[in-house]
Each structure stands twice: as structure tokens, then as C-alpha cells.
């Protein structure tokens, strides 16, 4: 493979870190795995529109790659090599975010988790995404009380079903092209699908970009709630699964974006005075730390004035910092908007 050329309009914190120099040194190192360099970088350089650009295939892309993966994880998180992944799930307040219910529609927090001793799904196999699939769903199938609920395998979901899930902001698009590029998407959709409670509150999603991702979310603003039942969920599932994990990373992702914690705590917001003013909404939101995405999730638009808020670092702060970071911007965002 050749040294990539990236358009001049390229932001991606890959075309910023890969120098010439870089690539000639990492390009023929391989993991474990098989995973490689131009495997990792194959998203960021098909698509020039990345904002990160790379996906890891196995746990130890990190080290093989860390020439690369080190300085993106540094810039994304604010997170040095010196620092250590942090995790704290106990002492958050109880916190109503919205107590007058004029600008929160629902809060969510999701993690992300792989299991140990599997690659990544860049280059899982067909064979070892569907074992991962049954361990996942024999676990899921022991929660009880308010976690309790079933699996939905995505081959088996009509249509209809799988669009409206997708509307009503439950599960996973398809076709991602990021994830297309990193080779996420091989086998669609074996060993895909979604598993959900009753009423929705408590949902995995299985073998998208990660092999799981724990989601808990609800109407409105209660993020205390919502993350409770994530941690009662997490803590359930961890008596069964062993899940990929480093002391210095934390917990083990495909993007780099997403390793630590995994943690993104987010809010569907209204914010309709703010929205005509979007370099302030802006300064606030890097203030915070916090990242705007649209109303359908990460690469989408916001609609009607409504932006998906969320926390930004992962790493190097705790799940309970992280949910802080959110709940603190939140409310300067809400005092804005009214007095604007
Ligand atoms: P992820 O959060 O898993 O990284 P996305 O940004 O693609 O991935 O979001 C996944 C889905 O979750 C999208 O449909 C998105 O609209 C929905 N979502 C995210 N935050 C909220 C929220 N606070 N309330 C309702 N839906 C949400
Ligand atoms: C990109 O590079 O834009 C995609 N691969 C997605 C990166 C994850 N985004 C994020 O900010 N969490």
C-alpha cells in the first residue's frame, strides 16, 4: 500500500497524524490477529469526511499501531499517556435535568463493550460473531425485573419493524459507511439484532460497532434514573461476561473514540433560540466538553431545533464524571436559552 493522499479540505485526526514518515515505519506490522495498518486506516481514507478515521481490530491494535492511535486518543479524550483510564460508578447525585419539562424530550446512556479473547469486528469472523452473538444472548437472558425482556434477532425483523425501531431512535442504522469501510458491516446482519425490555428503557444492541452496546434511556430528564438502571444492567451482565479491558485504556473499543468508560450520556434538547445562534451553542458545548450530533444519532442533522448533546472525553474521567460533564453543560444550556 501507498502513502495515502488526503484532500486539502481532510480534517481527520488520522490525515493529521499519518505522516509519510509514520506510515513507511507501521505498514508492515501486524497483530496478533492479522490486523493491519491499512485495515485500521481503510475508513478514514475512503471516506475524507471522517472526523477520527481509524477503527481497531483487536485489543492489541493499540500497542502494535500506538505510534498512531496514542496522539488521537490524547487529542480526542484530553487524555495523556501518562494517565491512567479511571472508572467510578458511585455518587451521583440525584439529578432531574429539566425539571420544568420545557427542553429535554429524552436522555440515554449507552456503553460500549467487547468481549475478551475476540477480535474486534473489524476482522471477526462469521464463525466467532455468531458465538459471540449466543454468550451475549445466553447472558441476556438471565437479567430479571426491569431488565428482563428478549432478543430480536435482525435477519428475522420485518422491514417495517427495523424502520420504525430506527425512527423511534432504538436501534442502529444500516449501511453506515464508516463502519462499511472498516469492514464492521461484513456478514450483515448475521449475528445482528437487538435486545429490549418491555418498555424500551433498557436495550443491547449486538455485533454493530461493538459487540455490545448496554443502552439505558427514557422520556424527559432524569439522567440519575437512566443511570442507575445502565449500572444495575452492567453490573448484572459482568457476572457473566468477560469483557476486553486494559488498565491504561479502559475498557476495549473499536473507534478510539469510544474506549474508557464508552460512555456517551446524551440528551435530545430543544433549543430553539440557541439553534439560530450556533457559534455560541458552540463555545458552550466545547466548554463542557460536551460534542453535538443531530437527531438521528452521530453523521445526521439536527431537526426543529433539536440536537443530540452529549460527553465528549471517555477516558481518563469516570463514568460518573463523565455523566457530570453532560449534567453541568446541560444546565448552562437550558439558562441560556431562557435568557436569550
Ligand atoms: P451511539 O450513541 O450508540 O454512539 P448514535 O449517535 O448513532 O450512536 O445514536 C444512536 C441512536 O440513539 C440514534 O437513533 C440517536 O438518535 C439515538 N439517541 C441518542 N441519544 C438519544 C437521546 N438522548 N434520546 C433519544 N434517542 C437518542
Ligand atoms: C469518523 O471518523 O468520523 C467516524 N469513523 C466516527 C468517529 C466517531 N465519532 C465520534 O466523534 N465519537
Redesign the pocket.
Known sequence: MEYPTFPKECNSLLAKYLTKELFEILKTRTTPNGFTLEKAIRSGVENPDSSIGVYAGDKESYTTFAELFDPIIEEYHSFSKESQYQSSFDGLESVELDPKGEYI????I?VGRNLEGFPLGAIISKEQRNEVESLVVNALSRLEGDLAGVYYPLYDMSQEVQEQL?ED?FL??EGDRFLESAGLNRDWAEGRGIFHNHNKTFLV?LNEEDQL?I?S?QKGGNISEVFERLVSAIKALEETLNFAYSEHLGYISSCPTNLGTAM?A???IKLPKLSKDMERLKSITDKYHLQI?G????H?ESRGAIF?I?NRRRLGISEVEAVRDLVEGVKVLIEVEEKS
Open positions: 424530550l429524552s436522555t440515554r449507552r430506527i431512535h442502529f442504522k444492541w452496546r443502552i434511556m456517551r446524551s440528551v435530545h450530533r437527531v438521528d444519532g452521530e445526521s443530540d452529549s
